[in-house]
């Protein structure tokens, strides 16, 4: 393997912990930790899924991509040649491409969701949350699997500082302690926080994807998918810009399982039969042909459900997680009554336009 950048060994190893130390003194000054309402089960599937992710998932993927390497002698170090730099961000772009659509299949799929989902059951934010995640999602998360590749083709020190890099921004976007607010409350860095928000992802970028529900009109769990890079999300139209951060986080209908089932799953499954993580649990229609007639209020935001699985008619519940539908936001211009489509079908939703009738 080649050698390690500045010719230390494990230096990203060491520098990754002290990106997370750094973080974790910053939370404890700033009184977050102190002022948190983290339960011992949040604690153990944070700290719980960020060791054996570090030191079990990675380094046996990486270990088992250069075991079976050994069958193809020619590829090996075949891009040892390449200037580093050129490695340096071929090896990022990649690897957040993959993360970007992986993370956005995890909410548009079922089965992912399930693995997914406890990365947004997290109520209040921190450095721990970034590797919140059931054991099964990293396994198959193929940018992990992009760390062995690149690494047996020769770009173990493009591997190693991206790790570091992409951490960075990682974290930092998780972490309570929110470094753009600086940039958003002077105008004279507002030049340059538009430019690497365009760019990098922020934490008020990310902490809108973790917020609890759309309807608070900042958050959006169905957008801002990127990892290291907002651009991604800018090309594939999921970009939600914001310079506020959530009053609430977490899931709208959390059953609250226990930490061995929301990180085992499926290995282990819930006994709630409400809960997403029980074997037989299946989502119903909950559609009607007939609208529903609800009184609105001028200026009021209310959240529209287009999934069709809400049981709270015609409002979102965030049922539609794990499903490529996401609630519509919309704000009433009067006071009154209206009819809201519950059939799914009109063309003018919220509002129903007859298409039940047809």
């Known amino acids: 393997m080649e050698e390690s950048i500045l010719g230390i060994p494990d230096i990203d190893v060491y520098l990754v912990l002290g990106i997370l130390l750094f973080f974790i003194v910053l939370e404890t000054i700033g009184g977050y930790l102190h002022n948190s309402k983290r339960s011992f089960s949040d604690w153990v599937q944070e700290a719980g899924s960020y060791a054996i992710l570090g030191l079990l998932i990675k ?37 957040d491409f993959l993360q970007y659509w992986y993370h956005r299949s995890a909410h548009e799929y079922p089965f992912l969701w399930k693995l997914h989902r406890s990365h947004h059951q997290a109520e209040e934010m921190g450095f721990f949350v970034s590797y919140r995640n059931a054991f099964l999602y990293y396994i198959l998360m193929p940018n992990i699997w992009w760390i062995g590749i690149f690494t047996f083709l020769g770009g173990a020190k493009a591997v190693a500082l991206g790790l570091i890099l992409k951490q960075l921004i990682i974290i930092s976007s998780h972490s309570r302690v929110s470094y753009d607010k600086f940039f958003y409350r002077h105008q004279w860095f507002h030049p340059f926080i538009s430019v690497w928000e365009r760019i990098f992802i922020t934490p008020a970028f990310h902490h809108a994807h973790h917020g609890k529900s759309k309807s608070d009109g900042i958050s959006d769990p169905n957008s801002n998918f990127g990892n ?131």
């Open 59 to 95: 380094p046996g993927i990486v270990f088992f991509i250069l075991y079976i390497g050994h069958s193809f002698p020619n590829l090996q170090y075949s891009l040892h040649h390449y200037n580093f730099w050129g490695l340096l961000i071929f090896y990022l772009f990649v690897d």
């Open 228 to 358: 290291m890079f907002s651009i991604w999300d800018q090309l594939f139209g999921t970009a939600q810009f914001t310079r506020e951060f959530p009053k609430a986080y977490g899931l709208q209908n959390d059953q609250k399982e226990h930490w061995a089932t929301a990180y085992f799953y499926p290995v282990l499954a819930s006994d709630n039969p409400d809960s997403e993580l029980h074997r037989k649990h299946k989502k119903t229609p909950t559609t009607t042909l007939e609208p529903t007639l609800i009184h609105l209020e001028k200026d009021k935001k209310y959240l529209w459900c287009q999934c069709g699985l809400s049981k709270n008619q015609p409002f979102c519940d965030g049922s539609h997680h794990g499903t490529k539908h996401k609630p519509l936001l919309f704000t009433a211009k009067k006071t009154g009554n209206a009819k809201l489509c519950n059939c799914k079908l009109t063309k003018l939703g919220p509002f129903c336009d007859n298409s039940h009738i047809v």
